[in-house]
T-cell receptor, first 112, second 116 residues
Framework: QKEVEQNSGPLSVPEGAIASLNCTYS??????FFWYRQYSGKSPELIMF????GDKEDGRFTAQLNKASQYVSLLIRDSQPSDSATYLC????????????FGQGTELSVKP | GAGVSQSPSNKVTEKGKDVELRCDPI?????LYWYRQSLGQGLEFLIY????????KSGLPSDRFSAERTGGSVSTLTIQRTQQEDSAVYLC??????????????FGQGTRLTVV
């Protein structure tokens, strides 16, 4: 079982809709979770991170963490074609130096 | 510097040759991480440094891979006797510190290695 799992997609949503990206993790020692966006041929770009149960909002993005269910999600409101990218979920365990363990990524396509 | 800098951005090498990949982290960042991303795949952890020491080398695929960091800054990833399966994008990230739940890691633009 992979430590961090994501649906590979592709996930297709119409412009203006809410895109919901999901991630589960197996290591209960994971303390923080990060969402990165990666455009084709580019390096990952940090969107936001979360380490407390509940929701964290930043503009059009909301990260949700449920430690009991070992579940992390990212909601993108008012999706734009420019949001089309692969979204990578990563967990970090700080007694392991904070190394990020990544899921395989979910490809998101926002159709105009 | 303004961001994590990696060089070269592209490297084509012949099978069996050695290559060195360089990472210059954000100034003041004590933690440095190396990842590998094969085509269409997620990021695979290779090694991380806290200062000049490498507490976790568990992701290095074989003894052909090694890394060092000097002066708590620049790091070099060396691949000896390259094989075609080493072809991938090698990504470096740095963060301000380890051991804190709100520490963000920022990536460089990567080195695309092609072994022919």
């Amino acid at each position: 079982q992979k430590e961090v799992e994501q649906n590979s997609g592709p996930l297709s949503v119409p412009e203006g809709a809410i895109a919901s990206l999901n991630c589960t993790y197996s290591d209960r020692g994971s303390q923080s979770f990060f969402w990165y966006r990666q455009y084709s041929g580019k390096s990952p770009e940090l969107i936001m991170f979360i380490y407390s149960n509940g929701d964290k909002e930043d503009g059009r993005f909301t990260a949700q963490l449920n430690k009991a269910s070992q579940y992390v999600s990212l909601l993108i409101r008012d999706s734009q074609p420019s949001d089309s990218a692969t979204y990578l979920c990563a967990g970090a365990v700080y007694n392991q130096g904070g190394k990020l363990i990544f899921g395989q990524g979910t490809e998101l396509s926002v159709k105009p | 510097g303004a961001g994590v800098s990696q060089s070269p951005s592209n490297k084509v090498t012949e099978k069996g040759k050695d290559v060195e990949l360089r990472c210059d982290p954000i100034s003041g960042h004590t933690a440095l991480y190396w990842y590998r991303q094969s085509l269409g795949q997620g990021l695979e952890f290779l090694i991380y440094f806290q200062g000049n020491s490498a507490p976790d080398k568990s992701g290095l695929p074989s003894d052909r891979f090694s890394a060092e960091r000097t002066g708590g800054s620049v790091s070099t990833l060396t691949i000896q006797r390259t094989q075609q399966e080493d072809s991938a994008v090698y990504l470096c990230a740095s963060s301000l510190k380890t051991g804190a739940v709100n520490t963000e890691a920022f990536f460089g633009q990567g080195t695309r290695l092609t072994v022919v």
